[in-house]
């Protein structure tokens, strides 16, 4: 599994293609060749990941229960919207224009990586949400990653 590090300004052309930067793409060798799947995520944003990454999801998504509604909803409001994302010859990806409207995306965006997986915002919504990090980030830490017995760093 690979993890992502880095966080990245991008611009929007008018028909919904971004760039990825080139720091990011030394990141991706596999995009090109497998290709990237673009999806909602559960906050108003979009999430990016290697094909690789998107199969092992689903993998997990299907050894739920499909018998059951819950599962059943799951599953559907999970992959609702994912598509897979190719680089074109200027390193472009094309953003589906229902996903850019469920995210509130247009003209500039945030790539955040988190992980395994990267995160599109709009950028107001992404300065919005770390205008509102916890007062105290480490109780939020604590209470999080106080159980695992691992240290981050002090």
Request: aromatic fraction near 10%; include cysteine; charged fraction near 30%.
């Amino acid at each position: 599994m690979s993890h992502f590090l880095g966080e990245f300004d991008c611009k929007l052309d008018a028909k919904g293609r971004m760039m990825i930067p080139s720091s990011l793409k030394k990141q991706l060798p596999e995009a090109e060749r497998e290709g990237l799947v673009i999806n909602r995520g559960f906050e108003k944003h979009l999430v990016i990941y290697t094909k690789r990454e998107w199969d092992n999801i689903t993998e997990e998504l299907s050894k739920l229960n499909v018998y059951e509604k819950k599962s059943r909803d799951f599953i559907r409001y999970f992959t609702r919207g994912a598509t897979e994302l190719t680089l074109d010859s200027a390193n472009r990806i094309l953003f589906p224009k229902v996903l850019m409207e469920y995210a509130g995306i247009s003209g500039e965006v945030v790539l955040s990586c988190v992980l395994n997986k990267i995160e599109v915002w709009a950028k107001d919504a992404y300065d919005s949400q770390l205008d509102n990090e916890p007062e105290n980030f480490s109780k939020l830490a604590e209470e999080v990653m106080g159980s695992t017995g691992r240290r981050l760093h002090d």
